[in-house]
């Protein structure tokens, strides 16, 4: 037992030498990881698949793009449409929810 302040510093610092080693023993396995890593990547074949042409490029059919174009309206109107049943239902279901009971135990040990 330290008796005086300056004993206590050196019996604390006694054991140092113990999580330095620990220390230095994670650090040492984090960079075998690393560089494991970076050999597993250099390591591994880089191939391409397949190399396909440039394709030429088609002209924009005016009349086909209105009809997409209307498509695209009519189908988002149906969306509303579905959007707006969804949130009558999920209110619904939060009303539900509200008015059950719930029995919450408070157990300490």
């Known amino acids: 037992m330290p008796i005086s302040p300056i004993e206590s510093i050196i019996y604390t610092n006694q054991n140092t030498q113990v999580a330095a080693t620990k220390q230095n023993e994670y650090q ?28 030429a490029d088609k002209a924009i059919e005016e009349e ?21 049943v969804l949130k009558k239902e999920n209110k619904e279901e939060a009303q539900e929810a509200l ?3 719930y029995h919450i135990l408070n157990i300490k040990v």
């Open 99 to 101: 008015d059950t009971t």
């Open 64 to 84: 086909r793009e209105h009809q997409r174009e209307e498509a695209e309206e009519q189908s988002g109107e149906k969306e509303v449409e579905l959007k707006g």
């Open 28 to 55: 040492t396995r984090v960079e075998k990881q690393s560089f494991a890593a970076v050999e597993a990547s250099l390591k591994a074949e880089k191939v391409v698949e397949d190399i396909s042409d440039v394709g």
